[in-house]
Protein backbone atom coordinates (compact mmCIF):
# COMPACT_ATOMS: atom_id res chain seq x y z
CA UNK A 1 0.00 0.00 0.00
CA UNK A 2 0.90 3.51 -0.35
CA UNK A 3 2.61 4.23 3.48
CA UNK A 4 1.79 8.19 2.96
CA UNK A 5 -0.60 10.58 1.44
CA UNK A 6 -0.60 14.33 1.26
CA UNK A 7 -3.43 17.32 1.05
CA UNK A 8 -3.32 20.49 0.98
CA UNK A 9 -5.90 23.40 0.76
CA UNK A 10 -6.00 26.18 -2.35
CA UNK A 11 -7.91 29.16 -2.91
CA UNK A 12 -7.54 30.85 -6.54
CA UNK A 13 -4.96 33.09 -4.78
CA UNK A 14 -2.81 30.00 -4.08
CA UNK A 15 -3.56 28.02 -6.82
CA UNK A 16 0.30 28.90 -8.26
CA UNK A 17 1.71 28.19 -5.89
CA UNK A 18 -0.26 25.18 -5.01
CA UNK A 19 0.61 23.70 -8.54
CA UNK A 20 4.46 24.04 -7.30
CA UNK A 21 3.46 22.12 -4.57
CA UNK A 22 2.46 19.46 -6.76
CA UNK A 23 5.28 19.44 -8.87
CA UNK A 24 8.07 19.75 -5.68
CA UNK A 25 6.15 16.25 -4.47
CA UNK A 26 6.68 14.73 -8.28
CA UNK A 27 10.17 15.47 -8.96
CA UNK A 28 11.13 14.52 -5.56
CA UNK A 29 9.23 11.34 -4.77
CA UNK A 30 8.95 8.12 -6.28
CA UNK A 31 5.34 8.05 -5.60
CA UNK A 32 2.60 10.05 -4.04
CA UNK A 33 -1.10 11.13 -4.19
CA UNK A 34 -2.22 14.71 -3.44
CA UNK A 35 -5.68 15.68 -2.17
CA UNK A 36 -6.42 19.07 -3.18
CA UNK A 37 -9.30 20.63 -1.20
CA UNK A 38 -10.33 23.75 -3.73
CA UNK A 39 -11.75 26.40 -1.20
CA UNK A 40 -13.27 28.32 -4.22
CA UNK A 41 -15.24 27.39 -7.96
CA UNK A 42 -11.42 29.38 -9.69
CA UNK A 43 -9.33 27.53 -7.86
CA UNK A 44 -11.22 24.17 -8.79
CA UNK A 45 -11.95 25.18 -12.18
CA UNK A 46 -8.14 26.01 -12.91
CA UNK A 47 -6.84 22.47 -11.34
CA UNK A 48 -9.43 20.55 -13.02
CA UNK A 49 -8.13 21.42 -16.80
CA UNK A 50 -4.24 21.12 -15.61
CA UNK A 51 -4.18 17.15 -16.28
CA UNK A 52 -3.26 16.39 -12.60
CA UNK A 53 -2.83 12.46 -12.70
CA UNK A 54 -1.35 12.13 -9.40
CA UNK A 55 -3.60 14.69 -7.70
CA UNK A 56 -7.78 14.23 -6.46
CA UNK A 57 -9.64 16.87 -6.37
CA UNK A 58 -11.71 17.81 -3.73
CA UNK A 59 -14.66 20.22 -2.76
CA UNK A 60 -16.08 21.49 0.53
CA UNK A 61 -19.05 19.84 -0.05
CA UNK A 62 -17.30 16.38 -0.59
CA UNK A 63 -16.74 16.35 3.38
CA UNK A 64 -20.24 15.94 3.99
CA UNK A 65 -20.88 18.21 6.75
CA UNK A 66 -23.22 20.92 6.83
CA UNK A 67 -21.99 22.60 10.10
CA UNK A 68 -18.85 23.29 8.66
CA UNK A 69 -20.29 24.65 5.13
CA UNK A 70 -21.80 27.50 6.96
CA UNK A 71 -18.36 28.45 8.29
CA UNK A 72 -17.35 30.03 4.52
CA UNK A 73 -20.33 32.56 5.19
CA UNK A 74 -19.41 33.49 8.76
CA UNK A 75 -15.65 33.77 8.56
CA UNK A 76 -13.02 35.07 6.24
CA UNK A 77 -11.62 33.11 2.81
CA UNK A 78 -8.35 32.34 5.02
CA UNK A 79 -10.11 31.50 8.00
CA UNK A 80 -12.51 29.02 6.38
CA UNK A 81 -9.73 27.41 4.69
CA UNK A 82 -8.14 27.25 8.35
CA UNK A 83 -11.33 25.73 9.13
CA UNK A 84 -11.46 22.79 6.72
CA UNK A 85 -8.02 21.82 7.58
CA UNK A 86 -8.65 18.92 10.52
CA UNK A 87 -11.68 17.85 8.33
CA UNK A 88 -9.86 17.32 5.15
CA UNK A 89 -7.41 15.04 6.86
CA UNK A 90 -10.04 12.71 7.91
CA UNK A 91 -11.53 12.51 4.45
CA UNK A 92 -8.48 11.83 2.71
CA UNK A 93 -7.86 9.56 5.65
CA UNK A 94 -11.39 7.71 5.36
CA UNK A 95 -10.72 7.70 1.39
CA UNK A 96 -7.34 5.95 1.72
CA UNK A 97 -7.96 2.59 3.24
CA UNK A 98 -5.67 1.08 4.05
CA UNK A 99 -2.90 4.65 4.62
CA UNK A 100 -0.91 4.38 7.22
CA UNK A 101 -0.20 8.92 7.04
CA UNK A 102 -1.79 11.62 5.97
CA UNK A 103 0.10 14.68 5.76
CA UNK A 104 -0.97 18.11 5.47
CA UNK A 105 0.87 20.38 3.60
CA UNK A 106 0.27 24.22 3.03
CA UNK A 107 0.29 25.31 -0.60
CA UNK A 108 3.16 27.49 -0.22
CA UNK A 109 5.09 24.75 0.89
CA UNK A 110 7.73 23.21 -1.87
CA UNK A 111 9.66 19.88 -1.36
CA UNK A 112 13.04 19.80 -2.65
CA UNK A 113 14.31 16.30 -1.40
CA UNK A 114 12.02 12.79 -0.84
CA UNK A 115 10.21 13.32 2.73
CA UNK A 116 10.35 9.51 3.18
CA UNK A 117 12.67 10.18 6.07
CA UNK A 118 10.67 11.84 8.41
CA UNK A 119 8.35 8.37 8.58
CA UNK A 120 11.24 6.02 9.05
CA UNK A 121 12.41 8.39 12.34
CA UNK A 122 8.93 8.49 13.88
CA UNK A 123 7.27 5.20 13.40
CA UNK A 124 6.65 5.40 17.19
CA UNK A 125 4.05 8.58 16.95
CA UNK A 126 0.79 8.85 16.37
CA UNK A 127 0.41 12.90 15.69
CA UNK A 128 3.70 14.78 13.97
CA UNK A 129 4.30 18.48 14.82
CA UNK A 130 6.17 21.38 13.26
CA UNK A 131 8.04 23.30 15.80
CA UNK A 132 8.71 27.38 14.39
CA UNK A 133 12.30 27.04 16.22
CA UNK A 134 11.74 30.93 15.64
CA UNK A 135 14.76 32.68 15.45
CA UNK A 136 15.58 35.86 17.36
CA UNK A 137 14.14 38.51 15.27
CA UNK A 138 11.02 36.84 15.66
CA UNK A 139 11.21 36.88 19.47
CA UNK A 140 8.05 37.36 21.13
CA UNK A 141 5.81 35.86 17.65
CA UNK A 142 5.59 32.50 19.92
CA UNK A 143 3.28 33.83 22.37
CA UNK A 144 0.91 35.14 19.76
CA UNK A 145 1.42 33.05 17.04
CA UNK A 146 2.19 29.65 18.72
CA UNK A 147 4.93 26.88 19.09
CA UNK A 148 3.82 25.00 16.23
CA UNK A 149 3.00 25.64 12.31
CA UNK A 150 -0.38 24.11 11.52
CA UNK A 151 1.18 24.16 8.07
CA UNK A 152 2.99 20.84 8.37
CA UNK A 153 1.14 18.21 10.20
CA UNK A 154 1.12 14.47 10.35
CA UNK A 155 -1.64 12.20 11.28
CA UNK A 156 -1.24 8.21 11.29
CA UNK A 157 -3.91 6.17 10.44
CA UNK A 158 -4.60 5.16 14.57
CA UNK A 159 -7.22 5.49 16.66
CA UNK A 160 -5.90 7.80 19.23
CA UNK A 161 -4.58 9.92 16.34
CA UNK A 162 -8.13 10.15 15.13
CA UNK A 163 -9.18 11.14 18.52
CA UNK A 164 -6.49 14.29 18.61
CA UNK A 165 -7.63 15.03 15.39
CA UNK A 166 -11.90 14.98 16.35
CA UNK A 167 -10.57 17.81 19.26
CA UNK A 168 -8.85 19.72 16.41
CA UNK A 169 -11.81 19.93 14.41
CA UNK A 170 -14.31 20.79 17.66
CA UNK A 171 -11.80 23.74 18.67
CA UNK A 172 -11.82 24.74 14.74
CA UNK A 173 -15.58 24.61 14.43
CA UNK A 174 -15.67 26.87 17.78
CA UNK A 175 -13.55 29.72 16.88
CA UNK A 176 -10.75 29.54 14.30
CA UNK A 177 -9.84 33.43 13.30
CA UNK A 178 -7.28 35.46 11.51
CA UNK A 179 -6.62 37.30 15.16
CA UNK A 180 -4.89 37.04 18.66
CA UNK A 181 -7.64 36.61 21.38
CA UNK A 182 -7.61 35.22 24.63
CA UNK A 183 -4.93 32.60 23.61
CA UNK A 184 -5.98 31.38 20.54
CA UNK A 185 -5.06 32.26 16.73
CA UNK A 186 -6.38 30.72 13.33
CA UNK A 187 -6.08 26.66 13.55
CA UNK A 188 -2.51 27.16 14.75
CA UNK A 189 -2.41 27.74 18.71
CA UNK A 190 -4.89 24.75 19.72
CA UNK A 191 -1.54 22.41 18.38
CA UNK A 192 0.42 23.27 21.52
CA UNK A 193 -2.46 20.97 23.81
CA UNK A 194 -2.14 17.91 21.75
CA UNK A 195 1.29 16.64 23.37
CA UNK A 196 -0.60 16.97 26.93
CA UNK A 197 -3.86 15.75 25.98
CA UNK A 198 -2.85 12.71 23.61
CA UNK A 199 -0.32 9.73 23.73
CA UNK A 200 2.38 9.91 21.20
CA UNK A 201 2.11 13.44 20.29
CA UNK A 202 5.87 14.59 19.27
CA UNK A 203 7.76 17.55 17.15
CA UNK A 204 9.56 16.45 13.79
CA UNK A 205 13.11 16.07 14.53
CA UNK A 206 14.31 15.26 11.13
CA UNK A 207 16.40 18.11 10.10
CA UNK A 208 15.28 20.50 6.84
CA UNK A 209 11.68 19.96 7.30
CA UNK A 210 9.16 23.24 7.40
CA UNK A 211 11.97 25.91 7.17
CA UNK A 212 10.77 28.89 6.66
CA UNK A 213 10.71 32.83 6.93
CA UNK A 214 10.10 32.80 10.37
CA UNK A 215 13.56 31.24 11.12
CA UNK A 216 15.56 30.46 8.04
CA UNK A 217 18.36 33.07 9.60
CA UNK A 218 19.43 30.04 11.52
CA UNK A 219 20.81 28.45 8.30
CA UNK A 220 23.78 28.46 5.86
CA UNK A 221 22.03 27.44 2.18
CA UNK A 222 24.20 25.65 -0.10
CA UNK A 223 23.41 23.91 -3.43
CA UNK A 224 25.93 20.91 -4.13
CA UNK A 225 25.91 17.91 -5.89
CA UNK A 226 21.75 18.54 -7.16
CA UNK A 227 20.41 19.34 -4.06
CA UNK A 228 19.91 21.90 -1.17
CA UNK A 229 21.45 22.12 1.66
CA UNK A 230 20.67 23.43 4.81
CA UNK A 231 23.21 23.26 7.17
CA UNK A 232 24.92 20.23 7.17
CA UNK A 233 21.58 18.17 5.92
CA UNK A 234 19.39 17.80 2.74
CA UNK A 235 16.45 20.93 2.41
CA UNK A 236 13.29 18.55 2.59
CA UNK A 237 11.00 21.27 2.47
CA UNK A 238 10.43 25.04 2.26
CA UNK A 239 7.61 27.15 3.24
CA UNK A 240 7.46 30.35 0.93
CA UNK A 241 5.09 31.89 3.93
CA UNK A 242 5.33 35.50 2.95
CA UNK A 243 5.74 34.75 -0.64
CA UNK A 244 3.18 36.73 -2.26
CA UNK A 245 2.46 36.65 -6.48
CA UNK A 246 1.60 39.94 -7.80
CA UNK A 247 1.50 39.57 -10.89
CA UNK A 248 3.86 36.88 -13.73
CA UNK A 249 6.29 39.63 -13.21
CA UNK A 250 6.99 40.68 -9.70
CA UNK A 251 6.57 39.30 -6.40
CA UNK A 252 6.73 40.06 -2.70
CA UNK A 253 8.70 38.82 -0.04
CA UNK A 254 7.27 39.21 3.27
CA UNK A 255 9.91 38.63 6.37
CA UNK A 256 12.79 35.77 5.89
CA UNK A 257 16.29 36.52 5.28
CA UNK A 258 17.76 38.21 2.15
CA UNK A 259 20.16 35.65 1.61
CA UNK A 260 17.70 32.85 0.26
CA UNK A 261 17.37 35.12 -2.99
CA UNK A 262 19.60 33.44 -5.29
CA UNK A 263 18.95 29.91 -3.80
CA UNK A 264 15.80 29.48 -2.34
CA UNK A 265 13.37 32.08 -4.58
CA UNK A 266 15.14 31.64 -7.95
CA UNK A 267 14.66 28.10 -8.29
CA UNK A 268 11.00 28.53 -6.98
CA UNK A 269 10.28 31.45 -9.13
CA UNK A 270 11.57 29.35 -12.44
CA UNK A 271 8.65 26.82 -11.75
CA UNK A 272 5.90 29.17 -10.87
CA UNK A 273 6.88 30.78 -14.23
CA UNK A 274 6.03 27.56 -16.13
CA UNK A 275 3.48 27.13 -13.94
CA UNK A 276 1.79 30.75 -15.47
CA UNK A 277 2.50 29.61 -18.83
CA UNK A 278 0.63 25.86 -18.80
CA UNK A 279 -2.31 27.40 -16.82
CA UNK A 280 -2.58 30.07 -19.40
CA UNK A 281 -2.83 27.70 -22.58
CA UNK A 282 -5.73 25.43 -20.65
CA UNK A 283 -7.21 28.15 -18.76
CA UNK A 284 -6.25 31.76 -20.19
CA UNK A 285 -9.32 33.12 -18.06
CA UNK A 286 -8.28 32.52 -14.77
CA UNK A 287 -6.37 35.03 -12.71
CA UNK A 288 -4.72 34.26 -9.15
CA UNK A 289 -3.03 36.98 -8.67
CA UNK A 290 -2.76 39.44 -5.86
CA UNK A 291 -4.66 42.37 -5.94
CA UNK A 292 -3.68 45.14 -4.11
CA UNK A 293 -3.82 49.10 -4.10
CA UNK A 294 -1.21 49.81 -1.67
CA UNK A 295 2.32 48.67 -0.72
CA UNK A 296 2.30 45.87 1.31
CA UNK A 297 3.80 46.61 4.71
CA UNK A 298 7.85 45.27 4.92
CA UNK A 299 7.55 44.00 1.55
CA UNK A 300 10.66 43.50 -1.01
CA UNK A 301 9.26 43.57 -4.41
CA UNK A 302 11.08 41.46 -7.19
CA UNK A 303 10.80 41.66 -10.97
CA UNK A 304 10.73 38.18 -12.57
Known amino acids: MM ?82 KPFLIEYVMNQCQPIEYVTYVDSDICFFNNPKRIYREHMGQDVLLSEHDYSLNYRGVEQSCGKYNSGFIVFKNAENARYALKWWQDRCMEWCFDRVEEGKFGDQKYLEFMPGFFRNVGSIITPGVNIGPWNDVKYHFLYQDGKIFANKDKLICYHFSGFRVINKNKIALVGGSRKIHNILHLPYIDVLKNVFHDIEKVAPEFNGFVFHDKLLPMAIYHEI
Open 3 to 84: NNVFCTILSKLRVYQGLVLYRSLDYNTDEFKLYILCADEESYSACSKMNLTKAVLVRAEYLGNEQLLFKRFERELNEFCWTL
